[in-house]
């Protein structure tokens, strides 16, 4: 794949890469729990094993994924840098139309 494309997906590619790593860390716990590394009873105990996930998965994504994250940072970057660009020159159509309606409006009030 060339470089274009690979930005193109950086939002979805650290997104499925972060949810890999919290379900990792979550079969992890799962684990820990079947074998009773970590007491776990009922259905707060689950809840407890999925927030344990989480805790764990957040500095894991935060470490692993640190390049995936500044692409995609990137490409959202460029993004609204490309809107702003798109609105600015929007704007600067429109305020000429109006500046050319306003001295079309005033010549003819003065040969008028």
Do not use: W
Not at 21 to 33: A, D, E, I, T, W
Not at 73 to 98: D, F, M, P, W, Y
């Amino acid at each position: 794949m060339s470089k274009v494309s690979d930005k193109s997906h950086a939002t979805l590619r650290y997104t499925s890469l972060r949810v890999s790593v919290f379900l990792g860390c979550l079969l992890v716990m799962l684990l820990l729990g079947h074998f009773q590394l970590i007491p776990v009873k009922g259905e707060l105990g689950v809840v407890f094993l999925f927030l344990l996930a989480a805790v764990f998965s957040a500095p894991l994504s935060y470490v692993l994924l640190s390049k995936q994250r500044d692409e995609m940072s990137a490409q959202i970057a460029g993004k609204v840098t490309g809107l702003r660009n798109r609105t600015a020159e929007r704007i600067a159509a429109q305020n000429a139309e109006e500046d050319a309606a306003d001295e079309a409006a005033r010549s003819a009030a003065v040969n008028g």
